[in-house]
């Protein structure tokens, strides 16, 4: 069992060119995918730039700000999660808050995850053929997580992270 440490303390700054107040740590990194934990601080930027081959995942995991696909901006919390496409313009920025994010980048090719792709085709094809082992793909579910409000009793300052 490997465990990897990232939060406090393990952070470094992180992001494209012209990046300010956003540190990371990457969590996961091989040939498929990279994984990595990002802080952003109050009034903190990554910079609007593109990737022509990946698609990105960022799910914020705590606080909030704002992310940009293409010319459309949007706010973004706490429990929810953007898909940057491959070729798009993309970026994310805080105001007055801060925020926490995953960042799932998943490596395609020139025609923007066709790989990807493939290999999403070849587990759909492998599960529906006639073998009872075979598990069917999973299907997106309809709903919603509760909201959960988290009282300033319930917050745990020693964590290192904002209220």
Same mark, same amino acid.
């Given at each position: 069992m490997e465990i990897r440490r990232f939060g406090p303390g393990h952070r470094r700054p992180d992001g494209p060119p012209g990046t300010q107040g956003v540190a990371g740590k990457v969590i996961f990194h091989d040939q498929r995918a990279v994984v990595t934990e990002m802080a952003f601080q109050r009034y903190a930027i990554i910079t609007p730039h593109s990737n022509p081959t990946? $698609? =990105?995942?960022f799910v914020v995991i705590s606080g909030g700000g704002f992310v940009q696909v293409?010319?459309?901006r949007s706010r973004v919390n706490h429990g929810e999660a953007v898909v940057w496409p491959p070729g798009s313009l993309h970026?994310?920025?805080t105001d007055g808050t801060e925020m926490r994010a995953i960042i799932v980048e998943l490596f395609g090719d020139e025609a923007g995850g066709a790989a990807d792709q493939a290999i999403i085709?070849?587990?759909?094809?492998a599960a529906t053929e006639g073998s009872? $082992? =075979?598990r069917p793909i999973a299907t997106p579910a309809d709903g919603a997580l509760a909201d959960r409000k988290v009282t300033k009793a319930e917050y745990d300052s020693s964590e290192g992270e904002p209220w």
């Open positions: 990946n $698609t =990105a995942l293409g010319d459309e970026g994310a920025y085709d070849a587990a759909r094809a009872s $082992t =075979a």
